[in-house]
């Protein structure tokens, strides 16, 4: 069992628990809408070897008053930057992402991977297919509210819950709105090949990632795709995540 009386991660960008002695660190991104709290108890799943902390977007609870990035590109560039000045040691990294995250993190790699003095090993990927580019998917309009929130039923009927108390809502639904128009407008010019392996994660009832779309992610590496499917729908990592770190852990280590 790791020891969780060791320090705390808490950055502008970045939080989780310090383990000494870790071989390798892996820093995870969330859903639209969601927030570094979805992987809070990641590092008493995962051996003392992993690292673990994940990023905090703006617009949602500790820092709901930063502005939100208004392109994807906007976000990536700020957290590498961070994670680069944030973390400043040469431990090796792996990044994670689910949903929209996924999306995040294959960008934060695409910048860290000439960054000198740091060491990316691996990139995993859940929940999303690869990027679309401009010619197979025209960037569209931010969607409007009712649409996303039956995207959010569609994805996740229980959480989503939350968005209908009125006392709530507005709070939290700017962050969910951002989220959303940002991925509407997201088509890189072009896809850049990784040198890194990576592995693609999905649920296999997941409504709008089917298994079979995990594939397209061998579009962007030189070394290699893993794909790996675990029973459920898009939310899959929550009831499965004992399974899932394990299985994590085995491609890290």
């Known amino acids: 069992m790791r020891d969780m009386t060791t320090q705390d991660i808490r950055t502008r960008w970045f939080r ?3 383990a000494p002695g ?3 660190r892996l820093v995870c991104f969330p859903h639209a809408g969601g927030a570094a709290v979805s992987f809070r108890d990641w590092a008493t799943l995962t051996p003392p070897e992993i690292e673990v902390m994940s990023a905090q977007y703006p617009g949602r609870q500790d820092r709901l008053r930063d502005p939100y990035p208004t392109t994807m590109e906007e976000l990536a560039d700020a957290i590498t930057t961070a994670l680069l000045h944030e973390t400043a040691d040469d431990l090796p990294l792996a990044l994670f992402g689910h949903s929209m995250g996924s999306s995040v993190a294959y960008e934060v790699a695409r910048r860290l991977q000439d960054a000198p003095g740091r060491t990316l090993t691996h990139l995993i990927v859940s929940g999303r297919p690869r990027p679309r580019l401009p010619q197979e998917l025209a960037p569209a309009p931010a969607p409007t509210d009712t649409e996303i929130l039956d995207h959010v039923r569609l994805l996740d009927p229980e959480g989503a819950a ?6 709530l809502r507005p709070v939290i639904m700017p962050a969910l709105r951002a989220d959303f128009g940002l991925l509407a407008a997201y088509r890189p010019a072009h896809l850049h090949r990784l040198g890194i392996p ?3 994660c999905g649920g296999d009832r997941d409504p709008v990632c089917p298994v079979e779309s995990l594939s397209s992610w061998s579009d962007i590496t030189t070394e290699g795709l893993d ?3 675990f029973q459920g729908n898009h939310f899959y990592l929550n009831p ?3 399974e899932l770190l394990a299985f994590l852990t085995s491609r890290l280590l």
Do not use: S
């Open 198 to 200: 990576v592995t693609a």
């Open 227 to 229: 794909v790996r499917a």
């Open 240 to 242: 499965r995540k004992e």
């Open 162 to 167: 939350v968005y209908d108390h009125p006392e």
């Open 16 to 18: 989780g628990v310090r």
């Open 22 to 24: 870790a071989k390798i």
